[in-house]
Each structure stands twice: as structure tokens, then as C-alpha cells.
């Protein structure tokens, strides 16, 4: 079973910043790995694909890079809007898995 | 635009089975993978399982042994059946298509790209 783990927990960063968001697998998951947004009380949102890929309808600011077992989910300038819980996604192709890391919580310096 | 809507008792007992539907409209369960992810209160989001249109499907380990999905295509709703619940298994259940998409190297991944709002199950006596 792969391991996802993300870091920090919790990230502050102040609007306006760069924030960067960390993602590790146990072990090396190729680019089968995406990044979702959930805000509070919403469901999650997908922003990314494919490791880099960007998801139908999100904005530019966001961008994901990496390959194998390290990720990360960069947010160029950061909007009032993009304070929220950020998760990372591996999947398995068969047996197909998903497997979740623990979330990132990027909150308002 | 499709849209889904999880539904089902909001309260289940210690030991009874929990059992959630998912209907799924502005398009057709065809062709499509259907997933249900749970969120714990306070926590991250644990994957349950996954069913295609046809009846196959898959679940995670960690909840096998007590997992049912099942489709039902004329109705366009795909359900969840967990039994011998604990107060463990209290959480927020999602819905979700899971779709395959193309990257920019035209590599497919799959997709949870359209979510229910979720609803809010409790076991407890």
C-alpha cells in the first residue's frame, strides 16, 4: 500500500504570496497523483491531474510538479478564495486504489 | 450539467448496516467508474470503493469485508451499503464520478471530477 504524506499540516502564508505545498509517496506512484481543494462545508474540487495538468475551469495561479515519489502544489499569488484544505491523490491503475494524503490547511498569514 | 445527490439516514445504530444512494443526473451512469469517499469529523478523506455502470467493482481494504456497492441504472443512482458500523464509521459520504482524463501528454489518470455535496452520517445508540 502506498503512503501518502503531505507537508507542512498547516501552512500561513499572507495574501498576495507564493504558497508551496509538499506531497511524498512511499513510493514512486509515476504521475498518478492529483491535488484537490476543499473548502469548508463544500466537497472536494479537483485542481490537478496527471502530477501538472490543470483540471477544467482552474485558474492559472495553480501549477503541480513532480514525478515518482515528491509533489508539489504551487499557488503563485494567493487569493482570498484560496485559503482552504489541500489534499494530494495517488491512484492505483489495477487493482484500481485511491489513496489520499492527510491535507495541508493553508490559512491566512 | 451533472449533478450528485447522496441521500439516506442521517443516524444509523451501533452494529446495524448504513445505507446511502447517490443519484446522479444531468447525464448517465454509462461509461462512467461512481465512487463514494468518506470524511470523518475534523479529519481527511478515506476512499470506500468504486462501481462501474455494469457491476464491478472494487473496494479499499481497510473496509472490505463490510462494503456492498450496487448500481441500479434505471433509476440513475448507485448505492452503499456498510454493516456492522461503529461510532468509527461517523463521517460525511461523498459521491463522486470518477472519470479518466487526458494529460498534456496524452497519458489517461483517473478523475474524481464531479462531487454530491455529501451527507452527514452518525452512528450512535
Known amino acids: 500500500e502506498t503512503v501518502m504524506t503531505q507537508s507542512p499540516a498547516t501552512l500561513s502564508v499572507s495574501p498576495g504570496e507564493r504558497a508551496t505545498l509538499s506531497c511524498r509517496a512511499s513510493?514512486?506512484?509515476?504521475?498518478?497523483l492529483a491535488w484537490y481543494q476543499q473548502k469548508p462545508g463544500q466537497a472536494p474540487r479537483v485542481l490537478i491531474y496527471?502530477?501538472?495538468t490543470r483540471a477544467t475551469g482552474v485558474p492559472a495561479r495553480f501549477s503541480g510538479s513532480g514525478s515518482g515519489t515528491e509533489f508539489t502544489l504551487t499557488i503563485s499569488s494567493l487569493q482570498s478564495e484560496d485559503f482552504a484544505v489541500y489534499y494530494c491523490?495517488?491512484?492505483?491503475?489495477?487493482?484500481?486504489?485511491?489513496?489520499f494524503g492527510q491535507g495541508t490547511r493553508l490559512e491566512i498569514k | 450539467q451533472v449533478q450528485l445527490q447522496e441521500s439516506g439516514p442521517g443516524l444509523v445504530k451501533p452494529s446495524e448496516t448504513l445505507s446511502l444512494t447517490c443519484t446522479v443526473s444531468?447525464?448517465?451512469?454509462?461509461?462512467?467508474?461512481w465512487s463514494w469517499i468518506r470524511q470523518p469529523p475534523g479529519k481527511g478523506l478515506e476512499w470506500i470503493g468504486y462501481?462501474?455502470?455494469?457491476?464491478?467493482?472494487d473496494y479499499d481494504p481497510s473496509v472490505k469485508s463490510r462494503v456492498t456497492l450496487s448500481v441500479d441504472t434505471s433509476k440513475n443512482q448507485f448505492s452503499l451499503m456498510l454493516s456492522s458500523v461503529t461510532a468509527a464509521d461517523t463521517a460525511v459520504y461523498f459521491c463522486?464520478?470518477?472519470?479518466?482524463?487526458?494529460?498534456?501528454?496524452?497519458?489517461?489518470?483517473?478523475?474524481?471530477?464531479?462531487w454530491g455535496q455529501g451527507t452527514t452520517v452518525t452512528v450512535s445508540s
Open positions: 462501481i462501474y455502470y455494469n457491476g464491478d467493482s
Open positions: 491523490q495517488h491512484y492505483n491503475n489495477w487493482p484500481l486504489r485511491i489513496t
Open positions: 496527471g502530477a501538472s
Open positions: 513510493q514512486s506512484v509515476s504521475s498518478n
Open positions: 444531468g447525464d448517465s451512469l454509462s461509461s462512467y467508474y
Open positions: 463522486a464520478r470518477l472519470t479518466t482524463e487526458a494529460d498534456d501528454y496524452n497519458n489517461y489518470h483517473y478523475v474524481m471530477d464531479v
